[in-house]
């Protein structure tokens, strides 16, 4: 079955009640939480990575910051906060020396331009990353694949039938519809994060609305 993992961010940027809107939803049955690098600080993630540690929750940490320096210092302060998953950012095999094994790592493959990330480039050239990327010794790839401005099916498929390694689909889902496509190519796991704030999957449900539609969505 698919993973579903509950971003907690909108626009690519925490939401600034995180926790808030955590403690609301830690019981709709979503093993997989996770939270940008963006918007909360240091001693805030902290609070909100020990809450989710003590429901026993897997903590996913997605690295969106561009810039060199500002990525690295992002994946130290996962590294700082022990999550279990670091997923996102373009500086591989830097920061796999970073990690040392420590961290699930699933980078993004592809050219990943501005904020909110999107995904450019020719497909063979996604494709080349992935399997590059995969030799490198990364857990796993972040595919940004509605993010895409192309072909997203030939994208979703041509990765997927290159890489033994898991597949998340991050950004863009926004409607059954898509999450349906990622079941049937088993992938790995999909995030969804701006879509629940925005309610798209239940219009007058509240977040554990939106979310719980997800929920009985994958289990269908």
Excluded at 81 to 92: E, F, Q, S
Excluded at 160 to 187: C, T, Y
Aim: hydrophobic share 45%; proline share 2%; net charge positive.
């Amino acid at each position: 079955m698919v993973n579903f993992i509950f971003m907690l961010t909108h626009n690519d940027v925490t939401v600034p009640n995180a926790v808030k809107v955590f403690k609301q939803t830690r019981d709709t049955g979503v093993k997989y939480v996770g939270f940008k690098d963006m918007g909360l600080s240091m001693k805030e993630m902290r609070v909100l990575v020990n809450l989710m540690k003590k429901e026993e929750k897997k903590v996913f940490f997605e690295v969106v910051t561009g810039n060199r320096e500002g990525a690295l210092q992002s994946v130290r302060n996962a590294m700082n906060l022990d999550v279990d998953y670091l997923i996102g950012c373009t500086y591989v095999e830097e920061t796999l020396q970073l990690l040392k094994g420590k961290i699930r790592f699933m980078p993004y493959i592809g050219e990943v331009v501005g904020h909110p990330c999107m995904l450019r480039g020719k497909i063979e050239k996604i494709v080349d990353h992935a399997k590059r990327v995969e030799r490198l010794g990364v857990s796993g790839i972040n595919l940004l694949a509605y993010r895409y401005y192309n072909d997203v099916e030939h994208l979703l498929k041509s990765v997927k039938n290159a890489v033994d390694i898991p597949i998340i689909v991050a950004g863009g889902i926004d409607s059954f519809q898509r999450i349906r496509k990622i079941k049937e190519l088993d992938m790995w796991g999909f995030t969804v994060g701006s879509a629940i704030f925005e309610n798209k999957f239940a219009p007058k449900g509240d977040l554990r609305g939106q979310i719980m539609a997800v929920v009985e969505e994958v289990k269908s």
